[in-house]
């Protein structure tokens, strides 16, 4: 297969490059590409000399589209990460095409976070953010999302100084154990950022008052959104309320990820009334899966899928409560089996069509049947919500921290920060 005389990549090859040197052997390709649009860095593991000399070459590519920067810091010491990272976004921070950034499964974590938090708040060209897998932490959370809003009112600068500059349209921030405490901080960058389309925050260990707050105060304003995914974090029937408040404004929504987040069997059904108002017209993919959603619920649900959701294909029930006999799940396969068939094509991924394997539902006995009936939440005020989210967040900030031992970290962290495009 050729080459793409666009795209330089290392990816995969499981290379250790501490020093410049070592890295000298792989980086003339790198350095002859004139039009360059998409580095590859990501399956290697690189040293702070290594990250210095790969900052120099990226700083002359004014090409450059999409930086690919994952898990580039496996077997690294603490100390060493921040430098190395402060070289490498200080390189491309004035770059003026540099429009996304993949730094998943890097460790980050409270202790190595401020040169990213420098960039966040500083690199207007950025319109998708990869940020999965870094040890955040509830504080460190709260810093990438106030720098998120910082970024905010710096694009809005730069557009009244006539540059072209795109919405932040990409926020990808999984398994960071974001928590309540940094929820504050979330749902204000989604208010200010409010052309987002994809929205990926799953396992974070957010409670059911932190996913009231970030869906009520901010993805409500986030009315281009096509993609959220918020699975495995805790709903309850109070975020279950929340969501389907704002569900119906999402009227470009194709797909809704909600699945194991205990929802609950009332939550389900509110849900599906949500979904029955005729407001989502293109949702194609639904998943729910774990949140103790029973009959009733699929019932809605079958319902809004045949009058309200004409784009529907797929929807993820399975760990559920009913039966695989109910009715209502058997209109549902019937129906998106008939849509498939209809507009799947003669090349058909049937993971992207119908009721996926319902090969682990849960029966529901008599004594869940009495608790369904009392499963109402005690519903909280507005202001008891916040002030125990304000309670989470200040404990988040009282996180505590290790001290890096190299003093260099801060004045890299400072330099970048007064480093402007």
Same mark, same amino acid.
């Given at each position: 297969?050729?080459?793409?005389?666009?795209?330089?990549?290392?990816?995969?090859?499981? &290379?250790?490059?501490?020093?410049?040197?070592?890295?000298?052997?792989?980086?003339?390709?790198?350095?002859?590409?004139?039009?360059?649009?998409?580095?590859?860095?990501?399956?290697?593991?690189?040293?702070?000399?290594?990250?210095?000399?790969?900052?120099?070459?990226?700083?002359?590519?004014?090409?450059?589209?999409?930086?690919?920067?994952?898990?580039?810091?496996?077997?690294?010491?603490?100390? @060493?990460?921040? @430098?190395?990272?402060?070289?490498?976004?200080?390189?491309?921070?004035?770059?003026?095409?540099?429009? *996304?950034?993949?730094?998943?499964?890097?460790?980050?974590?409270?202790?190595?976070?401020?040169?990213?938090?420098?960039?966040?708040?500083? %690199? #207007?060209?950025?319109?998708?953010?990869?940020?999965?897998?870094?040890?955040?932490?509830?504080?460190?959370?709260?810093?990438?999302?106030n720098a998120l809003s910082k970024l905010h009112a710096e694009k809005e600068a730069a557009r009244k100084a006539g540059q072209d500059v795109p919405d932040l349209e990409t926020v990808i921030c999984g398994r960071n154990r974001l928590e309540n405490g940094s929820m504050m901080a979330w749902?204000?960058?989604?208010?200010? %950022?409010?052309? #987002?389309?994809?929205?990926?925050?799953?396992?974070?260990?957010?409670?059911?008052?932190?996913?009231?707050?970030?869906?009520?105060?901010?993805?409500?304003?986030?009315?281009?959104?096509? *993609?959220?995914?918020?699975?495995?974090?805790?709903?309850?029937?109070?975020?279950?309320?929340?969501?389907?408040?704002?569900?119906? &404004?999402?009227?470009?929504?194709?797909?809704?990820?909600?699945?194991?987040?205990?929802?609950?069997?009332?939550?389900?059904?509110?849900?599906?009334?949500? &979904?029955?108002?005729?407001?989502?017209?293109?949702?194609?993919?639904?998943?729910?899966?774990?949140?103790?959603?029973?009959?009733?619920?699929?019932?809605?649900?079958? *319902?809004?899928?045949?009058?309200?959701?004409?784009?529907?294909?797929?929807?993820?029930?399975?760990?559920?409560?009913?039966?695989?006999?109910?009715?209502?799940?058997?209109?549902?396969?019937?129906?998106?089996?008939?849509?498939?068939?209809?507009?799947?094509?003669?090349?058909?991924?049937?993971?992207?069509?119908?009721?996926?394997?319902?090969?682990?539902?849960?029966? &529901?006995?008599?004594?869940? @049947?009495?608790?369904?009936?009392?499963?109402?939440?005690?519903?909280?005020?507005?202001?008891?919500?916040?002030?125990?989210?304000?309670?989470?967040?200040?404990?988040?900030?009282?996180?505590?921290?290790?001290?890096?031992?190299?003093?260099?970290?801060?004045?890299?962290?400072?330099?970048?920060?007064?480093?402007?495009?």
């Open positions: 297969m050729a080459t793409d005389p666009k795209v330089f990549s290392l990816e995969g090859k499981g &290379l250790k490059l501490d020093t410049a040197k070592d890295l000298e052997a792989h980086i003339g390709p790198l350095r002859d590409m004139r039009h360059v649009e998409e580095v590859r860095v990501l399956g290697n593991t690189l040293g702070i000399g290594a990250c210095k000399l790969l900052g120099e070459v990226l700083a002359t590519k004014k090409t450059l589209k999409i930086a690919n920067l994952a898990d580039i810091f496996t077997g690294r010491l603490l100390n @060493e990460i921040p @430098e190395a990272l402060s070289y490498l976004l200080t390189s491309i921070l004035n770059l003026p095409k540099l429009r *996304t950034i993949n730094l998943n499964d890097n460790a980050f974590g409270l202790n190595t976070q401020e040169p990213l938090i420098a960039f966040l708040s500083s %690199h #207007v060209p950025l319109q998708h953010l990869y940020l999965n897998n870094n040890g955040l932490g509830p504080h460190a959370g709260i810093n990438i999302a749902a204000e960058a989604f208010r200010l %950022h409010n052309k #987002v389309k994809e929205v990926k925050m799953v396992q974070n260990g957010i409670r059911q008052e932190g996913i009231s707050l970030l869906l009520s105060d901010g993805l409500s304003h986030a009315i281009n959104l096509e *993609t959220l995914d918020l699975q495995d974090n805790t709903f309850t029937i109070m975020g279950a309320r929340a969501l389907a408040k704002v569900v119906p &404004l999402w009227a470009d929504i194709l797909e809704l990820g909600i699945g194991d987040s205990l929802l609950s069997a009332k939550g389900g059904v509110l849900l599906a009334e949500a &979904l029955s108002k005729g407001k989502n017209p293109k949702l194609e993919t639904l998943r729910l899966q774990y949140n103790d959603i029973t009959a009733p619920a699929v019932k809605h649900l079958s *319902t809004a899928a045949q009058d309200a959701l004409p784009a529907l294909r797929r929807i993820e029930l399975n760990g559920n409560k009913f039966s695989e006999d109910d009715e209502s799940i058997l209109a549902l396969q019937e129906l998106l089996e008939a849509r498939k068939e209809k507009y799947a094509g003669d090349i058909v991924d049937e993971d992207a069509w119908g009721v996926d394997s319902l090969s682990d539902l849960e029966e &529901l006995d008599s004594d869940e @049947e009495e608790e369904e009936e009392e499963e109402e939440e005690e519903e909280i005020t507005t202001e008891e919500r916040a002030e125990k989210l304000i309670k989470d967040a200040e404990e988040a900030q009282e996180e505590p921290t290790v001290q890096l031992k190299d003093k260099e970290v801060e004045d890299l962290a400072s330099k970048l920060q007064k480093t402007s495009i």
